[in-house]
């Protein structure tokens, strides 16, 4: 083992840990502090189109565990469910119950349901979903479902309507797919975040590369269910 010399003579000793770790705090309190409200997107200058690294890297293992139908709630297999607190989305890692107003929500024909930080993990996940889960293929997806921006309910997302080019930054502070019920309320969104709208079948490799840029080579367009 390497001992580190003595500091000499007048040599100002580097912080303590517990020094170090009593500074990050105050200045985490006071950047709460400056923050104030927060809206249930934030807003960025311009285009919020990301060129930064999207979650992690392949060599990252994500341990996302389905979670399963419970026949005593009353709810039909494919009904859109609330998310678990601890439920982790199998793309970034990230817990969605923590972004409520950006969630999204995968329901395989067994029952199992995988949920998303926001739509552009769902996107993501749907155009290689046998290598965020094992096993799985997406001809067994009975239902995908998406936040509405508006109103915070759930909504088809094959019939949603997205934005893609806005400032508003999704749960990983970078762009992301806002989606909505309807156009005009999509519409609404535009004339003040700004950017333009996409339908689901529209959402393709190129303009998601553009917001994930390790985008991987083996993504798969997802296809409208029958």
Do not use: K
Request: aromatic fraction near 8%; include cysteine; glycine fraction near 10%.
């Amino acid at each position: 083992m390497r001992l580190l010399p003595h500091p000499a003579p007048g040599h100002t000793r580097p912080p303590t840990r517990r020094a170090a770790l009593a500074a990050l705090l105050v200045l985490g309190t006071g950047a709460i502090a400056a923050g104030g409200t927060a809206w249930p997107w934030r807003r960025g200058s311009g285009n919020a189109s990301s060129t930064a690294p999207f979650g992690p890297g392949d060599d990252v293992c994500i341990v996302a565990p389905p979670t399963p139908h419970n026949p005593a709630s009353g709810q039909p297999l494919a009904a859109a469910r609330e998310v678990p607190q601890d439920a982790r989305c199998p793309v970034c890692g990230m817990y969605p119950a923590r972004a409520r107003a950006w969630a999204a929500q995968v329901i395989f024909a067994d029952g199992d349901a995988y949920f998303f930080d926001s739509p552009l993990s769902l996107m993501l996940y749907l155009g290689n979903v046998a290598h965020y889960t094992r096993g799985r293929v997406p001809e067994a997806i009975v239902a995908r479902y998406v936040s509405d921006a508006d109103t915070g309910a759930w909504v088809d997302a094959q019939q949603a309507v997205y934005v893609t080019g806005s400032s508003a930054l999704g749960p990983m502070r970078a762009g992301n797919l806002p989606a909505f019920a309807g156009a005009a309320a999509a519409q609404r969104f535009v004339q003040v975040q700004g950017g333009s709208l996409r339908a689901f079948s529209a959402i393709d490799a190129p303009l998601l590369r553009g917001l994930a840029p390790h985008l991987r080579a083996d993504h798969h367009p997802h296809r409208e269910a029958p």
